[in-house]
């Protein structure tokens, strides 16, 4: 059984760290980048075999054409970011079927529909000659687009298109390189659909084969792969769940302090010890620096409009598993200005019986509030009050009830901890009420905290004083 004293916390702890619960649109790219070294997707294609090709007729030619030069463009999706003041939960991976219904099943493609993770041959091939297939991705994914294989003396070109459904189209990106080189696009693309065009430059009876691989298996955050095209967090405390797509993928997030306040960062695995499939930095203006596993980081301050930036990345000395997901804190520094929690009506237990700070019978009402160093109130994070309302034995069986943050940056809850049956018994002679009384009753020792569900060592609760002594009332009767 632990120890009997009373605990009590004078203040909230003041900690390097805080949370976030704001959700941003998705950042979808507009471009792929055409590399000659295959770096997005690197899997075998199933074979699709050969096909029978059917060249480009005129008036599809003259639309891909206007669409190269600019004269059409497609209908492309614009990135923006939630309002500070408003709340739409914490940010995470969105789930198949929101992803999924970003397809439009009525589409009708202007070219023959091919799939995808599949390579196709076409034979046969002369110079001049333009092919057009499409296909179509159910959500996002990182993708490579190639064309490989060219028989010698051969030189093909391919350019992917975005349709936006209606028909119009626009240049996600082109690749062209010399002679028979193997032509490479890669990058992330939002769900939709899309067209491969590819030209003979060069070609007299020739070979060549073209794909596409992808992978679904990204987060919301992507492209975010260099620091140019880093996701950019609210104004606010921010909690992200991401995943890196391969060894060589890199996550990048940029956080702007519009108000000079203090800045803080962690990363996080899940409970079975994922954290060190990656590695966490921070940009110190110069270098990049290593942020040690299950430490946080903080910039006490900062010139106001300062752009803090992190990125994470592999750890190469671990086999890398995508469906691993890691837990980004990163923004403006938590702090618990004040704090409630209070129990319901009943005759307390004296502190000569048993120092219990917090006393009730069912029901505890909570409150708190919250601010980044300036004083400017933090919307939408989550406190947590957590509640072992029966020490058993060494060990601590927390149950966890949450709130959410009001455009104030305060919250207020009730927490129902049930009935009990007690391990203690007292007779308390009360006179209250201005009639004496005495109480036959009945009890347990437990404790309570109050932590942010987004970051670890804000709130109420530490390693020194790790909780808040509370009696939990079993039954009481009056006997005289």
Not at 426 to 435: A, E, L, M
């Amino acid at each position: 059984m632990k120890s009997k004293k009373a605990f009590m916390l004078g203040a909230a702890m003041a900690a390097s760290c805080f949370v976030s619960a704001f959700a941003l649109a998705e950042q979808t790219p507009q471009t792929l980048s055409s590399e000659a070294i295959k770096q997005a997707v690197d899997k075998a294609l199933k074979s699709g075999g050969k096909l029978d090709a059917k060249n480009v007729s005129s008036n599809l030619k003259q639309k891909l054409h206007a669409a190269k030069t600019g004269q059409s463009k497609a209908v492309t999706q614009v990135a923006t970011s939630a309002p500070f003041n408003t709340v739409v939960g914490e940010l995470k991976k969105p789930s198949q079927a929101q992803l999924q219904s970003a397809a439009v099943a009525a589409f009708e493609p202007l070219f023959p529909t091919l799939d995808i993770n599949t390579l196709y041959t076409i034979s046969g091939v002369t110079q001049g000659e333009e092919f057009a297939y499409h296909f179509n991705l159910p959500q996002n994914a990182r993708v490579q687009v190639q064309l490989v294989n060219q028989s010698a003396g051969s030189d093909m070109s391919l350019t992917l298109f975005q349709d936006d459904g209606q028909g119009n189209l626009s240049v996600v990106g082109s690749s062209d390189a010399a002679g028979t080189a193997d032509e490479y696009l890669n990058g992330v693309l939002p769900a939709g659909d899309y067209y491969w065009y590819m030209v003979a430059n060069t070609a007299s009876n020739s070979q060549f084969s073209f794909g596409v691989a992808v992978d679904s298996n990204i987060d919301a955050y992507e492209p975010n792969d260099t620091a140019q095209t880093a996701f950019v967090l609210p104004d606010s405390m921010n909690k992200v769940t991401g995943n890196l797509d391969n060894a060589g993928d890199v996550d990048y997030f940029d956080f702007k302090a519009v108000r000079g306040q203090s800045v803080s960062m962690y990363l996080a695995g899940d409970e079975n010890g994922s954290r060190n499939q990656w590695i966490f930095d921070r940009f110190d203006g110069i270098n990049w620096i290593t942020v040690p596993a299950g430490s946080t980081s903080t910039y006490p301050s900062v010139t106001p409009g300062t752009t803090v930036k992190v990125r994470v990345r592999a750890n190469p000395a671990v086999a890398q598993d995508p469906t691993q997901q890691y837990q980004l804190s990163l923004g403006s520094t938590p702090r618990l200005n004040t704090h409630d929690v209070k129990g319901d009506n009943i005759v307390r237990v004296p502190v000569s019986e048993m120092p219990l700070a917090t006393q009730t019978g069912r029901t505890l009402n909570w409150t708190t509030q919250w601010s980044d160093s300036t004083g400017a109130p933090l919307l939408g994070i989550t406190p947590v009050l957590r509640v072992d309302n029966h020490f058993i034995d060494l060990n601590y069986r927390w149950v966890d009830y949450t709130a959410t943050t009001n455009s104030a940056g305060a919250s207020s809850a009730s927490a129902n901890i049930g009935t009990c049956f007690g391990d203690y018994h007292t007779v308390i002679n009360d006179s209250s009420t201005g009639v004496p009384y005495t109480w036959d009753t009945t009890y347990n020792q437990g404790g309570w905290r109050i932590e942010l569900a987004e970051f670890p060592g804000v709130g109420v609760g530490g390693d020194n004083v790790q909780y808040v002594s509370l009696g939990h009332i079993c039954t009481q009767n009056i006997i005289h």
